[in-house]
């Protein structure tokens, strides 16, 4: 069987743009995370504390499935000769602790950890739509 570059190339933007996909919706997610998360900060309550928590288990699923999209787009990606590795970390100790110890400190720490998650999310994206441009003119 031939190698067609042309083919696999296909195949390595499919995977990136699904990727992409999955990062988006990891991105919303975790800004509709955010705000409710300054609402906790300042009184929320039970209410917030539970809508943020709702929206961070579903971006930690969507990063979830951007880890999984990610590695294929790398197999993908060896296929057209670009080697390229980027992995999410999903932990999620503080979210426990949140519900369970609500106040300022730990809403603040739990605050603290869906920024940093939107930051990982926001160079993962960049990185992607950087290597699909690579792709796109190969």
Do not use: H, P
């Given at each position: 069987?031939?190698?067609?570059?042309?083919?696999?190339?296909?195949?390595?933007?499919?995977?990136?743009?699904?990727?992409?996909?999955?990062?988006?919706?990891?991105?919303?997610?975790?800004?509709?995370?955010?705000?409710?998360?300054?609402?906790?900060?300042?009184?929320?309550?039970?209410?917030?504390?539970?809508?943020?928590?709702?929206?961070?288990?579903?971006?930690?699923?969507c990063?979830e499935?951007?880890?999984?999209?990610?590695?294929d787009?790398?197999?993908?990606?060896?296929?057209?000769?670009?080697?390229?590795?980027?992995?999410?970390?999903?932990?999620?100790?503080?979210?426990?602790?949140?519900?369970?110890?609500?106040?300022?400190?730990?809403?603040?720490?739990?605050q603290?950890?869906?920024?940093?998650?939107?930051?990982?999310?926001?160079?993962?994206?960049?990185?992607?739509?950087?290597?699909?441009?690579?792709?796109?003119r190969?």
């Amino acid at each position: 069987m031939a190698y067609d570059l042309q083919k696999e190339k296909r195949e390595a933007i499919e995977a990136g743009e699904y990727a992409l996909q999955c990062l988006y919706a990891a991105a919303d997610y975790l800004d509709s995370a955010r705000n409710w998360g300054f609402l906790d900060l300042f009184g929320g309550g039970l209410i917030s504390s539970l809508a943020k928590r709702s929206k961070m288990e579903k971006a930690k699923q969507c990063m979830e499935d951007a880890r999984y999209a990610l590695r294929d787009f790398s197999r993908e990606l060896k296929d057209v000769s670009i080697a390229w590795d980027l992995d999410i970390v999903t932990d999620d100790f503080l979210s426990f602790a949140d519900l369970f110890f609500d106040g300022f400190f730990v809403d603040w720490m739990v605050q603290d950890r869906i920024n940093r998650a939107a930051e990982q999310v926001e160079q993962a994206v960049y990185r992607v739509e950087e290597v699909l441009d690579q792709l796109r003119r190969i």
